[in-house]
């Protein structure tokens, strides 16, 4: 199977090379996956991109229903909006968030391997990206895709919805205030 368009999101943009590195804060990962926290160039598909549209440290939960989601949890976050996904942001980044640009490279898809989570790939080797563009107003492009932005004082209270039906996603939970 061959990959779809693949993209690496950065707030640098000059990079002209890739060179794998490994991930910073190492996840316990099992077995037979322990690798993925080696050194690796890491790729997301256009369907996964919302969840890097916003500054690389931003702490961020994004929530959506799956084909498995029950009315329960769907129904209080989705009922009667156009929004696909939710994205939640503490407050205390909100500025940084609506003044940052990230830029968007488009990675050669052949050099990648799926890894079989949320639209994540990676390359072994150094890899040249094949394009870039910049992304000014991440706000618009998070709504562009049908994703809502909601700044909340703290994302702590959000644990929850790991224990519910919805698809939940969280980057640089690390950053967050009082998550432990």
């Given at each position: 199977?061959?990959?779809?368009?693949?993209?690496?999101?950065?707030?640098?943009?000059?990079?002209?090379?890739?060179?794998?590195?490994?991930?910073?804060?190492?996840?316990?990962?099992?077995?037979?996956?322990g690798?993925?926290?080696?050194?690796?160039?890491?790729?997301?598909?256009a369907?996964?991109?919302?969840?890097?549209?916003?500054?690389?440290?931003?702490?961020?939960?994004?929530?959506?229903?799956?084909?498995?989601?029950?009315?329960?949890?769907?129904?209080?976050?989705?009922?009667?909006?156009?929004?696909?996904?939710?994205?939640?942001?503490?407050?205390?980044?909100?500025?940084?968030?609506?003044?940052?640009?990230?830029?968007?490279?488009?990675?050669?898809?052949?050099?990648?391997?799926?890894?079989?989570?949320?639209?994540?790939?990676?390359?072994r080797?150094?890899?040249?990206?094949?394009?870039?563009?910049?992304?000014?107003?991440?706000?618009?492009?998070?709504?562009?895709?049908?994703?809502?932005?909601?700044?909340?004082?703290?994302?702590?209270?959000?644990?929850?919805?790991?224990?519910?039906?919805?698809?939940?996603?969280?980057?640089?939970?690390?950053?967050?205030?009082?998550?432990?």
């Amino acid at each position: 199977m061959s990959a779809p368009p693949l993209f690496h999101f950065s707030d640098d943009p000059a990079i002209r090379r890739f060179t794998p590195r490994p991930v910073q804060v190492p996840v316990e990962r099992g077995p037979d996956k322990g690798w993925l926290n080696g050194p690796l160039v890491w790729a997301t598909d256009a369907a996964h991109s919302l969840l890097y549209l916003f500054p690389r440290d931003c702490p961020r939960i994004l929530i959506w229903p799956t084909l498995s989601t029950i009315p329960e949890d769907r129904d209080p976050w989705f009922a009667g909006t156009p929004h696909r996904a939710i994205a939640f942001i503490e407050q205390d980044w909100l500025d940084r968030v609506r003044t940052a640009s990230v830029h968007r490279y488009a990675m050669p898809a052949d050099r990648f391997e799926d890894i079989g989570d949320t639209g994540m790939w990676v390359a072994r080797e150094p890899v040249d990206p094949s394009g870039m563009d910049s992304i000014g107003d991440l706000p618009a492009a998070l709504a562009a895709d049908r994703v809502a932005l909601r700044a909340v004082p703290r994302l702590a209270p959000f644990k929850r919805f790991w224990r519910s039906t919805l698809h939940v996603s969280g980057v640089r939970l690390r950053h967050a205030q009082d998550w432990d």
